[in-house]
């Protein structure tokens, strides 16, 4: 008799193991990978009847992956709010959750040119130095890549440095691929691309993601508010830097403003991926709650508690 109810409960457990999990994808901005590798973890644990899938790339790659390409996806987090209102809004999603902030600095390695004098005072001038290789992600896929442009836009009128983006960059309003100087700028789609190759000298120094700087141990310049993109404090002067990248069809563009870091996430919707889904939901609200709070917040990134929410969020409750 034990033997048969030792058999039935293994078949029991076996039966349950071989039960399909319901599939989460979630597109995501490479900024997010950290913290949304705790989040899945977390998440699961809370609800073992999901698996979530993930995928990182830069933020306007991933809306157009859904709203072009068509591919499926349950929810997109995006590292600029505005992607989502400006790619998906209304046709593949249906509102827009604000739920965490951030602020640019510049990255490097002890190995960096100068890594032994630069600061928040000089880094422009070291920059323009001879010899000295600046990546940044490419605008077009990604807002660390326009942001990246845009503070280099409000440091020229920070430090007082006529032509400094010129200097620098010389991509004129907007960028296409190809136009980066290959010895002084590297251009990958999205800024953690870039990672791989600082670590290994390719380059000096990184506009990236404050957060992305410290999960990954790079030595970083905490940026002045004038030029981080960190807050409202500074929303006027922001204001005045402008670039234009890639609009929504061929040959349109969209002119980016200079304002605080602010990140959108959503549950998303095509015909591969019904608006209706539980897990999407259930994901999203968890990315809300104080526990996925907690979690952005111990990877390096502010949170707006509660989320500022636009749209018809009925579907999560809002």
Not at 94 to 112: L, R, V
Not at 133 to 161: F, Q, W
Not at 169 to 189: L, M, T
Not at 261 to 275: D, L, R
């Amino acid at each position: 008799m034990k033997k048969t109810l030792l058999s039935l409960g293994l078949s029991a457990v076996l039966a349950s193991a071989l039960v399909a999990k319901e599939k989460i994808v979630v597109f995501h901005a490479g900024s997010l990978a950290v913290p949304f590798s705790e989040i899945e973890k977390e998440f699961e644990a809370k609800y073992p009847e999901y698996d979530v899938q993930r995928e990182a790339s830069g933020s306007r790659a991933a809306a157009r992956k859904i709203s072009e390409i068509g591919r499926a996806a349950d929810v997109m987090a995006s590292a600029d709010y505005k992607v989502i209102d400006n790619l998906l809004v209304p046709n593949n999603a249906k509102f827009n959750a604000q739920f965490a902030t951030n602020e640019m600095a510049i990255a490097f390695t002890p190995s960096s040119k100068y890594a032994d004098e630069i600061n928040s005072n000089n880094w422009p001038e070291i920059f323009l130095r001879d010899g000295v290789k600046v990546g940044h992600s490419n605008p077009n896929m990604d807002p660390c890549g326009y942001r990246s442009i845009l503070v280099t836009k409000l440091a020229e009128e920070h430090y007082k440095i006529p032509g400094f983006y010129e200097k620098l960059f010389g991509y004129g309003q907007s960028y296409k691929v190809g136009e980066e100087d290959k010895n002084k700028v590297i251009v990958r789609p999205k800024e953690t691309d870039l990672l791989g190759l600082i670590e290994a000298n390719a380059y000096d120094y990184l506009y990236i993601y404050k957060s992305v700087a410290k999960q990954h141990g790079l030595k970083y310049i905490t940026l002045p508010k004038e030029v981080s993109l960190k807050d409202n404090e500074n929303a006027k002067f922001y204001k005045t830097a402008k670039f234009d990248i890639d609009g929504k069809k061929p040959g349109t563009f969209i002119t980016k403003t200079g304002g605080a870091m602010v990140y959108g996430i959503t549950v998303a919707q095509n015909k591969k991926s019904p608006a209706n889904k539980e897990g999407a939901v259930k994901f999203v609200n968890f990315v809300l709650s104080e526990k996925g709070q907690e979690i952005m917040k111990k990877n390096g990134q502010g949170v707006i508690s509660p989320a500022k929410i636009t749209g018809d969020a009925s579907i999560i409750g809002k």
